[in-house]
């Protein structure tokens, strides 16, 4: 009897010995969410708070406590992208973000090359942060510019004009910074199509590797959704002249277009943001971040007090966590890489899923003679057009997809009419 449970023990160890090794090297995203702002801007819906200096510290010994209790789940993977977002990380100043990721560093194995991108407002920043938290590690850093006209940053409620944003991309420059990435918001209260090609075209005198170009939406809850009828806003044919005249003038200036809202100069695309579009594994930290990893995703409470409660108390900060079922994966493929350049592959797919690529083809090809989507290279993605109908073709693939069973993929479906004629013929 006991020689059995050795034996199963040492069964169980070699076991895991080999799962380890499999798992040795997996690739891993770590995403640390700074719930700080300087204000809240009008349209914001995400998890931040203003005015909240005097927590910092103590969030940053949170933060440092949750990376350094999570750091032996991980020890086998290799993280090759870390996105310190927000809120506004800079608020955070240079010294907490050198601390931050010293402590990544310490306990996380980074590869010689991994992207480390900082979220940043141009009213923000100085030269000595830059240069600190340029020598800390940030190589990337995205700013939030949103519009280059004063007066649509003012009713939107930003904390910055537009002088501030030319002066900040100069102070990246001079503290090294070379890749930079700046977020711009179309549709905003009372601009006209005029207005945002003026702004695109300031912009691209700043000669940014990256942007990131989103159409404002009105989230209930936020002052702008109760102020809204005070606003002109374009309509939906007006937003859609906005988003197919940016994509085709970035294309111009040797951008190209590699998911529905980015754009990159050739290898300058966000490797942390195309790692949530191809499913790769990532893991949050902060009230409100989210993670895929393990096969699980999971969340963390979207509240500041109980998340450093939770980690200076020992108690629960989840929110929600759930094992991935495999349809769910499937769905999230198709939703997420129909979002991107890259698009779908059909061999993968199949072979990732165990299903029939042909039902989605067969819609895809009559996209394609609508101008809405195209086959390259074995792969099919969305045109310009088609991302801007992106929703309505994902809802329709996803339909066809659910009447996509593994019968088709063993090739029951076609059998079942052969015997059907044969009966006939027979008969
Ligand atoms: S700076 Fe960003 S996160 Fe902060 S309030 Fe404005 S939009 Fe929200």
């Known amino acids: 009897m006991r020689r059995t449970l050795i034996r199963q023990q040492h069964e169980r160890q ?43 510290d103590r969030y940053l010994a949170a933060l440092t406590n949750h990376l350094k209790e999570t750091a032996p789940q ?5 993280v090759d992208t870390v996105y310190i977002g927000g809120g506004t990380p800079s608020t955070l100043g240079a010294k907490r973000i050198g601390a931050l990721l ?20 141009p009213d923000s920043v100085d030269l000595s942060l830059l240069k600190t938290v340029r020598r800390a590690g940030v190589n990337r850093l995205s700013l939030g510019v949103q519009s280059a006209d004063d007066g649509e940053l003012k009713t939107i409620g930003r904390p910055h004009n537009f002088a501030q944003a030319v002066e900040a991309v100069a102070l990246a420059r001079k503290a090294g910074i070379e890749n930079l990435s700046l977020d711009l918001i179309f549709g905003l209260p009372g601009q006209t199509m005029e207005g945002w090609q003026r702004t695109v075209e300031q912009v691209l005198k700043l000669e940014p590797e990256h942007l990131s170009c989103y159409g404002l939406q009105i989230e209930e809850g936020t002052p702008l959704y109760e102020r ?11 937003q859609a002249d906005m988003y197919l005249w940016m994509a085709e003038r970035l294309k111009r200036a040797g951008y190209g277009q590699y998911e529905i809202s980015n754009f990159a100069k050739p290898g300058r695309e966000s490797r942390h943001n195309l790692r949530y579009w191809r499913l790769q594994e990532y893991i949050g930290f902060g009230p409100g971040a989210h993670s895929d990893f393990g096969g699980r995703r999971y969340s963390f409470v979207r509240d500041l007090s109980a998340y450093l409660k939770g980690m200076e108390e020992g108690g629960p900060i989840v929110d929600d966590d759930q094992v991935i079922p495999p349809e769910e994966r499937r769905n999230e493929y198709l ?93």
């Open 74 to 78: 991980a020890k086998s993977c290799v």
């Open 14 to 56: 070699k076991l895991q010995r080999e799962y380890a090794k499999t798992q040795r090297g997996r690739k891993l995203g770590i995403y640390l969410h700074i719930p700080f702002c300087r204000s809240k801007c009008a349209y914001c819906d995400f998890y931040s708070l203003a005015n909240r200096e005097e927590e910092m």
């Open 228 to 238: 809204q009828e005070d606003y002109t806003f374009a309509d939906d044919d007006g």
């Open 102 to 121: 010293h402590i990544v560093k310490k306990h996380y194995h980074l590869t010689k090359d991994c992207e480390i991108t900082m979220e940043a407002n």
């Open 335 to 427: 939703m997420l890489a129909l979002r991107t350049a890259e698009g779908i592959d059909g061999d993968w797919y199949s072979r990732r899923f165990h299903m029939n690529f042909r039902p989605l083809e067969e819609k895809l090809r009559n996209y394609e003679k609508r101008n809405l989507a195209v086959e390259e290279n074995g792969r099919w993605h969305l045109t310009p057009e088609g991302f801007l109908l992106s929703n309505g073709i994902i809802v329709d693939l996803l339909e066809a997809q659910e009447h996509n069973t593994i019968d088709s993929l063993l090739g029951r479906e076609s059998r079942g009419k052969r015997d059907a004629s044969n009966a006939c013929g027979s008969g």
